[in-house]
């Protein structure tokens, strides 16, 4: 079974509209941390934000903000007023504490996002 | 200064041919990862290595040979290549302990005629 689910393949925005990416995990552990990356087209995997379980507060940074429920086990990532330069692909990740081995990552299949101008 | 780099950046090889991959982490990590990207495919984990050791090889063909000598380096051996094994690999480190993320290099894009 896949342990991080984005549904959403593909999104198109026009700019200045906002989005959300969705993100659904499945674990076990009550220790894990929750993580979202940006690919843009150059191809690095960005770092953006980290989540441990036990701390279920929404985060702004910015244009970005991060929905994370348990109870739904959903953690969703929400860009305001959309920019050009936000097209990208997005993957949320996983790891647990116990379940994985080192620090491993288990990624979903990433949301390709499109704003356009 | 760039935390993870990778080299080349790009690489074209015959099937025939012996190359390598390199990776350098300047962030003080202890774990390394190579990771395999193919159009249309999720992202897929090859390698990871944990104070110099290999402790997880994802069912990976021989023809990739990852090497590890230090902390700091990383290096995946490539021969006898097919052509789908065309695609992007990315290194990535990170601390070994649970729940740090990871950072990833700019990746190298290796085409296999």
């Known amino acids: 079974a896949q342990k991080v689910t984005q549904a959403q393949t593909e999104i198109s925005v026009v700019e200045k509209e906002d989005v959300t990416l969705d993100c659904v995990y499945e674990?076990?552990?009550?220790?894990?941390?929750l993580f979202w990356y940006k690919q843009p087209p150059s191809g690095e995997l960005v770092f953006l934000i980290r989540r441990n379980s036990f701390d279920e507060q929404n985060e702004i940074s910015g244009r970005y903000s991060w929905n994370f429920q348990k109870s739904t086990s959903s953690f969703n990532f929400t860009i305001t007023a959309s920019q050009v330069v936000d097209s990208a692909v997005y993957f949320c990740?996983?790891?647990?504490?116990?379940?994985?081995?080192?620090?491993?990552?288990?990624f979903g299949r990433g949301t390709q996002l499109t704003v356009w101008p | 200064e760039t935390g993870v780099t990778q080299t080349p950046r790009h690489l074209v090889m015959g099937m025939t041919n012996k190359k390598s991959l390199k990776c350098e982490q300047h962030?003080?990590?202890?774990?390394m990862y190579w990771y395999k990207q193919s159009a249309k495919k999720p992202l897929e984990l090859m390698f990871v290595y944990s104070l110099e050791e290999r402790v997880e090889n994802n069912s990976v063909p021989s023809r990739f040979s990852p090497e590890c000598p230090n902390s700091s380096h990383l290096f995946l051996h490539l021969h006898t290549l097919q052509p789908e094994d065309s695609a992007l690999y990315l290194c990535?480190?990170?601390?070994?302990?649970?729940?740090?993320?990871?950072?990833f290099g700019p990746g190298t894009r290796l085409t296999v005629l």
């Open positions: 990740a996983l790891s647990e504490e116990r379940g994985s081995t080192l620090g491993r990552l288990y």
């Open positions: 962030l003080g990590h202890n774990a």
């Open positions: 674990t076990r552990d009550t220790t894990y941390y």
């Open positions: 990535a480190s990170s601390q070994v302990e649970g729940g740090h993320e990871q950072f």
